[in-house]
């Protein structure tokens, strides 16, 4: 067993990991786990300065950034822009940390020696994933970290790069996988290289999230993560479904929802 698994993990936390604050920051993780957190989940990118930063999906709301893309400015001018579409979006009731947002790789790491991160790659760069592996190994973070992303090649690169740090699947994978437990042929496949999968419930008008195929994830040893699980219906029916962790934005309701408190789930 990775040590990534060790003492399971069950809740994986986006932002602070409670309704109002968005943002992955350093402020906001530290919210997300003293309310019981088990793991950070976050996307990563690199900046035209070449920094490797954090960042919650939520920034994608900001249509100028998303367009302009995150390699073509520079930290400085990310921190910025967001500043100002905050100024003109956000809700009063927002608890946003302005400053701390996008926080680089190697400050959240060293801020938080010993916790686990599920880090996403969205970005088709190659030279991203490289520098990142470069951080988390002069951190001695690579047993700490799940590394997520929809690009296979980058997947393989990762399993490279960082032989002890376990991979989930990528897009193209979970289709795979999908498809052979659909056709049958999945009896045929004892084994894959990915670690976990890191899912929604639903992909199109296909449900992934049944409790069928998470149940034949588990019998080839890997675990089942849930994706945007915020609500305690859905988490309970993950739970029922067998599913392993679920990824969140409001940590307490999940917590209610499985019958444990913060405490028994940092214990």
Request: with cysteine; proline share 3%; aromatic share 10%.
């Amino acid at each position: 067993m990775k040590q990534f698994f060790e003492n399971e993990p069950v809740i994986f936390s986006t932002g602070g990991g409670t309704p109002g604050r968005l943002q992955d920051t350093i402020q906001n993780m530290n919210q997300a786990i003293s309310l019981g957190a088990d793991v950070l989940r976050s996307n990563v990118a690199m900046t035209a300065d070449k920094k490797i930063i954090l960042y919650s999906d939520d920034v994608f709301k900001n249509q100028q950034m998303l367009k302009s893309g995150f390699v073509s400015l520079s930290l400085t001018a990310l921190r910025g822009m967001h500043k100002q579409f905050m100024s003109e979006n956000a809700d009063d009731d927002e608890c946003e940390d302005a400053d701390g947002i996008f926080p680089e790789l190697a400050d959240v790491l060293s801020a938080y020696p010993g916790q686990r991160f599920n880090l996403n790659f969205p970005d088709p760069s190659a030279e991203t994933v490289e520098t990142a592996a470069v951080i988390i190994s002069e951190l001695n973070a690579d047993q700490l970290i799940l590394a997520s992303s929809m690009h296979g090649r980058l997947i393989k690169k990762i399993r490279s790069l960082l032989p002890e740090t376990p991979t989930t699947f990528s897009f193209p994978g979970i289709v795979g996988f999908y498809a052979l437990y659909r056709s049958g042929f999945l009896y045929f496949f004892k084994k894959f290289a990915a670690d976990a999968l890191v899912i929604h419930e639903m992909i199109g008008a296909s449900f992934i999230g049944s409790q069928g195929l998470i149940g034949e994830a588990k019998k080839r040893g890997m675990r089942v993560y849930m994706l945007n699980v915020n609500a305690e219906d859905q988490t309970r029916r993950f739970q029922d479904a067998g599913a392993d962790g679920y990824v969140t934005g409001s940590i307490e309701m999940v917590l209610q929802a499985l019958g444990q408190s913060r405490f028994e789930s940092r214990g």
